[in-house]
């Protein structure tokens, strides 16, 4: 009786592994892709690229439609009025007059071409704007996609020790056969091993619905493996792309063309118009046509004060730009470092391996000898286990920090 409860104990591990396995292949059956055009995708799925585009032809209509009433501006009056007069017959003792005058204001001088101006900073300002949503989506979908690759990297070091430690687990047993060892340690190998099954279970499905969280914004592409190992730019190309500092000067070149437009209200506006006025009254001596051109100065002394403000408003923004240059140095210094720790500390991390991979091997002959008892074994092979995945957190760091580096020094991420 107890052989055939051992054989169906054995008989439902066999089969929970088939089902780690199994989700295990399926987390690593998939091609990876290029990093590249994952982004791409991701771009084209947020449509990025479609909103700017609309903003920028509404941007064009808008210009279109200023430069048009600089020159069309025009209004239509009309009036119409009844006269009675007690000198006429009573027959005829009233009359009516109709006037009609059409008039165009002309910006001869160009006092609306700050509007113009403004909005192509706009549209400059909404491009840098893109570039800085395309490289943090970049920044973000990289960081996702290392800790995919870093779970799965994980997820394989842990079935690969499952298995080993299954065999030993047999050998185990068959040492329990023969009373070399106890029934305790049995159970607490086991129990070990049923630890690590529950993480490997925990890890395929934490793959699972990272996966599924990555093809949101991808849905046409593989998931990618970062594979970058040199940084292949400079920092002053890295420099060179600073979305945030360029918007920021922007803002400053509105606010500067603001007050130039409000010193330039004071230029004078050209009407020009022709009116009709129809006359009924006998005593007249027929209807009047007529053609006007006008001059309008305006004159408010409030606008001197609102002109000084928006240039006070300007130079305030330009030296926010030193505040962006430092942030993005900053940006620049640790990710360096993050990229040079990494690659420091996995070249250490390597080298120590054998090691410790060799001390595992004689651990093992030890403790199934039983010349060392169950906790100094496992306290070597969870000090192996813990440098693999120190390796494998020193990679995806380093792959990281490269593949940003490189992306932004390029320029290619804000194409």
């Known amino acids: 009786m107890k052989e055939i409860a051992q054989e169906k104990i054995e008989s439902k591990e066999k089969i929970m592994i088939k089902k780690i396995v199994t989700l295990s292949l399926l987390a690593f059956s998939v091609a990876h ?6 982004y791409k995708d991701a771009v084209k799925t947020l449509q990025y690229e479609k909103s700017y585009n609309l903003y920028k032809t ?10 048009y009433s600089k020159y069309t501006n025009f209004t239509l009056d009309a009036r119409y009025s009844k006269t009675y007069a007690h000198s006429l017959p009573i027959s005829s003792g009233s009359f009516n007059t109709t006037d009609i005058s059409l008039n165009d204001s002309l910006d001869l001088f160009g006092k609306n071409n700050y509007k113009i101006q403004t909005l192509c900073l706009d549209v400059k300002s909404e491009k840098k704007k893109l570039n800085f949503k395309k490289e ?5 979908l990289a960081n996702m996609v290392a800790l995919y ?16 430690q299954q065999k030993i687990y047999a050998k185990l047993e068959n040492l329990a056969k023969n009373g070399d060892i106890t029934a305790l340690d049995i159970l ?4 070990t091993l049923t630890t690590l099954q529950t993480k490997i279970v925990a890890q395929t499905q934490e ?14 592409q593989n998931i990618p493996k970062l594979t970058q190992t040199k940084i292949l730019y400079s920092e002053k190309d890295f420099l060179a792309h600073n979305p945030q500092a360029s918007i920021n000067t922007l803002d400053a070149q509105k606010l ?7 010193d330039k209200q004071y230029m004078p506006n050209v009407t020009v118009g022709v009116s009709y006025e129809k006359l009924d009254d006998p005593t007249s001596y027929g209807d009047n046509h007529s053609f006007n051109v006008g001059i309008q100065i305006p004159l408010n002394g409030g606008n001197f004060k609102k002109i000084e403000a928006l240039k006070v408003a300007s130079l305030n923004r330009q030296t926010q730009s030193v505040t962006y240059k430092i942030q993005r140095k900053n940006e620049y210094i640790r990710d360096y470092q993050a990229y040079l720790n990494a690659k420091n500390q996995l070249a250490v991390l390597e080298k120590s391996l054998k090691d410790f991979q060799q001390s595992e091997v004689t651990i093992e002959k030890a403790y199934l000898k039983q010349y060392v008892d169950f906790n100094t074994y496992l306290q070597v092979l969870q000090q192996t286990l813990h440098v693999k995945k120190q390796i494998i957190a020193m990679q995806t760091t ?6 940003i580096i490189n992306a932004i020094a390029s320029g290619k991420v804000y194409e």
């Open 58 to 67: 509404s941007n064009k209509t808008s210009q279109s439609a200023i430069t």
């Open 256 to 262: 500067l063309a603001q007050a130039q437009g409000i």
């Open 33 to 38: 892709a290029d990093m590249t055009s994952f």
């Open 207 to 220: 793959l699972v619905k990272m996966k599924a969280q990555l093809h949101l914004y991808a849905p046409n």
């Open 188 to 191: 607490r190998f086991k129990n």
């Open 398 to 403: 380093q792959h990281l920090e490269a593949t």
């Open 149 to 164: 690759n870093k779970t799965q990297m994980q997820l394989k070091i842990h079935q690969e020790f499952y298995k080993k």
């Open 136 to 140: 943090q989506l970049f920044i973000s």
